[in-house]
Nanobody, 128 residues
Framework: QVQLVESGGGLVQAGGSLRLSCTASGRTFTYYSVGWFRQAPGKERELVAAIAWNDRFTYYADSVKGRFTISRDNAKNTVYLRMASLSLEDTAVYYC?????????????????????WGQGTQVTVSS
């Protein structure tokens, strides 16, 4: 079992930045693919970024491309999501999710069902 805990959310003004962290415990995280999802009020959960276990593959949704950066430090069992130039539309609960398979070998990583493990989420609120 892998337990995931997100942190780093909060209230930020439009144009500002935040860095979210997803820290794993319970099992080595090194070979897990990780995705960051978000869910805004009244909307479906969507994948915003994902990273393969070895950093050789990353994915960004068009809405965040050029503003968000996903990275990982396997020694710390942590995956980060750096968010810059935040807008009101980025307000959501952000979740990290992990799976022991390699996202570079499948297109299924877009879907929630691909990931076996989920964190509880962290709220990001962008104000004007």
């Amino acid at each position: 079992q892998v337990q995931l805990v997100e942190s780093g959310g909060g209230l930020v003004q439009a144009g500002g930045s935040l860095r979210l962290s997803c820290t794993a415990s319970g099992r080595t995280f090194t070979y897990y693919s990780v995705g960051w999802f978000r869910q805004a009020p009244g909307k479906e959960r969507e994948l915003v970024a994902a990273i393969a276990w070895n950093d050789r593959f990353t994915y960004y949704a068009d809405s965040v491309k050029g503003r968000f950066t996903i990275s990982r430090d396997n020694a710390k069992n942590t995956v980060y999501l750096r968010m810059a130039s935040l807008s009101l539309e980025d307000t959501a609960v952000y979740y990290c999710a992990a799976d022991p398979s390699d996202i570079a070998s499948t297109s299924a990583y877009y879907t929630e069902s691909y990931y076996d493990y989920w964190g509880q989420g962290t709220q990001v609120t962008v104000s004007s």
